[in-house]
């Protein structure tokens, strides 16, 4: 298993401003995955990101929008920038369980953002 | 590619009535299926998955579900619902070889007293 803390829980933003979530695992991965999850809709994979590389992004979601950083094995930030109320959704990290067996993906609570 | 079809957005039951959520699958090789579980202002929580062992899995909370490779089917069921099994319910699928989950539209579950 893993277990994974965010940060913020939530968070109340100006439009145009930039909001940094933290995501820290109990536990060194290879990869981590950002997900947003709109207002009543499913989870939707932003990117994924790997230790020591670039973040690698999933159609229609880009860099500057959306940088990511990964300095270790244990921790990855999601930015989104310059925001719109259109980013109102929860964001959650996500990793892959680090035990022999492990097939399932585990999840941080995610940071809900509400853009104003 | 894999793809998951959850039949139902919404699902409403009564209490202590059969609970069957459904959940068709696309994939061009055995994957792995997941039910996930998301109660209100919370993350994710697996429910129980499928790694080609059993077809029959049963799960946390009383759930189980059947793999059924002829009708590429992976339908939630539980015999008897609870009030806090209120909550929103996703199928994801995962290529044994592929890193990428892909997650199905959700169904909310609605337990009527």
């Known amino acids: 298993s893993a277990v994974i803390s965010q940060k913020p829980s939530r968070d109340i933003c100006q439009r145009g401003t930039s909001l940094t979530i933290q995501c820290q695992v109990d536990s060194q991965v290879t990869m981590m995955f950002w997900y947003r999850q709109q207002p009543g809709q499913s989870l939707t994979l932003i990117a994924t990101a790997n230790q020591g590389s670039e973040a690698t992004y999933e159609s229609g979601f880009v860099i500057d929008k959306f940088p990511i950083s990964r300095p270790n094995l244990t921790f990855s930030t999601l930015t989104v920038s310059n925001m719109s109320p259109e980013d109102s959704s929860i964001y959650l990290c996500s990793v892959y369980g680090t035990q022999r067996g492990d097939t399932e993906a585990f999840f941080g609570q995610g940071t809900r953002l509400t853009v104003v | 590619a894999q793809s998951v079809t959850q039949l139902g957005s919404h699902v409403s039951v009564s209490e202590g009535a059969l609970v069957l959520l459904r959940c068709n699958y696309s994939s061009s090789v055995p994957p792995y299926l997941f039910w996930y579980v998301q109660y209100p202002n919370q993350g994710l929580q697996l429910l129980l998955k499928y790694t080609s062992a059993a077809t029959l899995v049963k799960g946390i909370n009383g759930f189980e579900a059947e793999f059924k490779k002829s009708e590429t089917s992976f339908h939630l069921t539980k015999p008897s619902a609870h009030m806090s099994d209120a909550a929103e319910y996703f199928c994801?699928?995962?290529?044994?070889?592929?890193?990428?989950?892909?997650f199905g539209q959700g169904t909310r579950l609605t337990i009527n007293p």
């Open positions: 994801a699928v995962k290529g044994q070889g592929a890193q990428k989950l892909v």
